[in-house]
């Protein structure tokens, strides 16, 4: 059985996140939900966007999580500050301790440059 994909990283790193969900999608592996596309149309705050629609776009990564075999977070880098991919982290981190057969958790350490 091919696993099922969540893709989480700082959303002022959302390319390199699409660059592995377009990988993994090559693949034939699931990724299941790809929030790189509103991040994209509606920057990382979404500061246009209304009350409910920020709520349906927070829902959509948490249902995600909900539907992956694994949640991969993309570490960011030293410079970068995130708030919702720590919030996708421990919500990935409760619903696998709660339910013994949630996703598994892989991270990937920050891009290093050289």
């Known amino acids: 059985m091919i696993p099922s994909v969540y893709v989480a990283g700082a959303s002022?790193?959302?390319?390199?996140?699409?660059h592995w969900i377009e990988e993994l999608e090559k693949t034939g592996i699931r990724v299941t939900y790809d929030w790189t596309?509103?991040?994209r149309k509606y920057g990382s705050c979404g500061a246009e966007l209304s009350r409910s629609e920020k709520w349906f776009f927070a829902r959509s990564d948490l249902r995600g999580i909900d539907e992956a075999d694994i949640v991969w977070l993309l570490s960011p880098s030293v410079e970068v500050t995130s708030i919702g991919m720590w919030i996708e982290f421990g919500y990935a981190l409760n619903v696998s301790r709660a339910h013994r057969a949630g996703p598994k958790i892989l991270i990937s350490p920050p891009i290093s440059e050289r």
Not at 12 to 18: G, P, Q, S, V
């Open 12 to 18: 002022k790193e959302f390319e390199r996140a699409r």
């Open 37 to 39: 596309e509103s991040v």
